[in-house]
């Protein structure tokens, strides 16, 4: 009985860190999927399925994580869910996306217009870039990770991380001068 | 130059801002996780008085079977949530009853298949 006990206890102990991890991490994990697929519907699929995911690992998880953070981890399980997603319905991610942070940013009245196109102008240049450079961006500035946790989350170094991150910002630059025509 | 750097890196933080999950997800979510480690529980308890008759039989019976059972009932109701959601879905793009009938059985087969992916 005394192992039952243990076994109990543990369960519960396990079960309150992974309502902890879900509790902080799901604006994340929802910001992530939304980005990637470009839709709010699917964006629940998706984030309702990491998690679920994310239980059936998370003890193997939690020990092999060693006291690191584990968002990445989860950042990792939602990026494999999007890419059979997109495998499975032979698609890429919609766009444009235009209902996500440019309209809940808070914005003054003036500038308004001419941050929302320009806002616009950038989230569809971000649909442009490659894959890897896509979602490097989106974790990087929608979830605010740090190129370590990047990183981990796409199975790459940090200096790799680093390059990748500076040339995304670089070639979403140029996509969104093009955008803008010869005279900006 | 870095100051256009910046300048971009700042417009780019205002366009890729965080997004807020729908607070229906989020009651959702923990409905569904809530549920699934309740069975757990519920189970892991059953097993225990079940299996103190004979604790031979707890690696070779009770445990395959708790296991199993945790996770059709979990399974079972997450399938009908899911479906339950597209409702208004299938209702909009239906020609007609029949239509409704044939698309909310395909999703309930797509969900099935779907959760089993997940929680099995």
């Known amino acids: 009985m005394a192992s039952s006990e243990h076994t109990r206890e543990h369960k519960a102990r396990l079960d309150d860190a992974f309502s902890a991890l879900y509790k902080a991490h799901l604006r994340d994990v929802y910001s992530y999927s939304y980005y990637r697929v470009g839709n709010h519907h699917d964006a629940e699929d998706l984030t309702e399925q990491t998690f679920l995911q994310a239980y059936r690992h998370f ?12 968002r990445p981890w989860l950042i990792r399980i ?6 059979n ?6 698609r890429k991610p919609q766009t444009p996306i235009d209902d996500a942070g440019v309209l809940s940013a808070p914005h003054t009245t003036e500038d308004l217009v ?4 320009d806002l616009k102008r950038i989230l569809a240049g971000v649909q442009q870039l490659p894959d890897d450079r ?30 990748l991150i500076h040339r995304a910002i670089r070639q979403l630059e140029e996509i969104v001068k093009q955008d803008e025509g010869p005279d900006a | 130059m870095s100051e256009q750097f910046a300048e971009f890196e700042n417009l780019l933080r205002k366009a890729l801002a965080p997004v ?45 079977v708790a296991a199993v059972t945790i996770g059709s009932a979990a399974a079972v109701g997450l399938v009908l949530v899911r ?16 239509d409704l009938a044939g698309r909310t059985l395909r999703d309930l087969a797509r969900e099935a298949r779907r959760v089993a992916d997940d929680v099995f």
């Open chain 2, 20 to 64: 807020e999950p729908p607070a229906e997800l989020e009651a959702r979510l923990e409905l569904n996780l809530a549920s699934i480690v309740d069975l757990a529980t519920e189970e892991l308890e059953a097993w225990e008085l079940s299996s103190m008759g004979d604790p031979r039989n707890w690696t070779r019976i009770a445990r395959p």
């Open chain 1, 114 to 117: 001419e941050d929302r196109d």
């Open chain 1, 78 to 83: 939602a990026h494999n869910l999007a890419a």
């Open chain 1, 134 to 163: 896509r979602e490097a961006l989106i974790m990087r500035f929608a979830l605010g990770m740090d190129n370590r946790e990047i990183a981990r989350a796409l199975g790459r170094t940090d200096g790799a991380t680093k390059v």
């Open chain 2, 83 to 98: 479906t339950q959601r597209k409702r208004h879905k299938r209702r909009n793009e239906a020609a007609g009853a029949v």
């Open chain 1, 59 to 70: 003890e193997r998880a939690q020990r092999e994580s060693e006291g690191r953070p584990l």
């Open chain 1, 85 to 90: 997603y997109y495998r499975d319905r032979s």
